[in-house]
T-cell receptor, first 111, second 113 residues
Framework: QKEVEQDPGPLSVPEGAIVSLNCTYS??????FMWYRQYSRKGPELLMY????GNKEDGRFTAQVDKSSKYISLFIRDSQPSDSATYLC???????????FGKGTTLSVSS | GAGVSQSPSNKVTEKGKDVELRCDPI?????LYWYRQSLGQGLEFLIY????????KSGLPSDRFSAERTGGSVSTLTIQRTQQEDSAVYLC???????????FGSGTRLTVV
């Protein structure tokens, strides 16, 4: 079992839809959780960063962490064609350790 | 510079040759990371530098891979005697410290023929 599991998709939705992206993990020691967005032939860019459990909102994006279920989510409201990209979850045990990434979910938003 | 710069952006090399990949992190960022991204495999951690500490080399897949970081800034990833399975995008990232997210470069796409 990999440490971080993420459904690769692809996920296709119409413009304006609410998108839910998820990752599960196996090690309860993870404390820091991030979501990155990667456009084709570009490096990943940081979208959301949360510590421990709870929710964090930034514009149309909401990140949720449920440590009891070892499950993290990214919600995108009012999705736009420009949101079409690969979304990677990432996590680490403590500050000073390298991030462990999921394989990414490819999202396509059609206009 | 404004972002993390990697060179070359593309590299085609013959099997058995050595290659060097370069990363210029954001000025002032103390942490630097190398990852490898293969189709369908996600991002695989390779090596991590933090300030003057000994690097975390735990992700290097074999002794053909090595990296150095000179003067706490520029880093070079070297792959000796390249193999076809080394073909991937090699991504470099830097961060302002150990408790921050990463800023990635656009990567070097390595193709071994």
């Amino acid at each position: 079992q990999k440490e971080v599991e993420q459904d690769p998709g692809p996920l296709s939705v119409p413009e304006g839809a609410i998108v839910s992206l998820n990752c599960t993990y196996s090690n309860s020691a993870f404390q820091y959780f991030m979501w990155y967005r990667q456009y084709s032939r570009k490096g990943p860019e940081l979208l959301m960063y949360t510590y421990s459990s709870g929710n964090k909102e930034d514009g149309r994006f909401t990140a949720q962490v449920d440590k009891s279920s070892k499950y993290i989510s990214l919600f995108i409201r009012d999705s736009q064609p420009s949101d079409s990209a690969t979304y990677l979850c990432a996590m680490r045990y403590q500050a000073g350790t390298a991030l462990i990434f999921g394989k990414g979910t490819t999202l396509s938003v059609s206009s | 510079g404004a972002g993390v710069s990697q060179s070359p952006s593309n590299k085609v090399t013959e099997k058995g040759k050595d290659v060097e990949l370069r990363c210029d992190p954001i000025s002032g960022h103390t942490a630097l990371y190398w990852y490898r991204q293969s189709l369908g495999q996600g991002l695989e951690f390779l090596i991590y530098f933090q300030g003057n500490s000994a690097p975390d080399k735990s992700g290097l897949p074999s002794d053909r891979f090595s990296a150095e970081r000179t003067g706490g800034s520029v880093s070079t990833l070297t792959i000796q005697r390249t193999q076809q399975e080394d073909s991937a995008v090699y991504l470099c990232a830097s961060s302002a410290g150990t408790d921050y997210g990463y800023t990635f470069g656009s990567g070097t796409r390595l193709t071994v023929v």
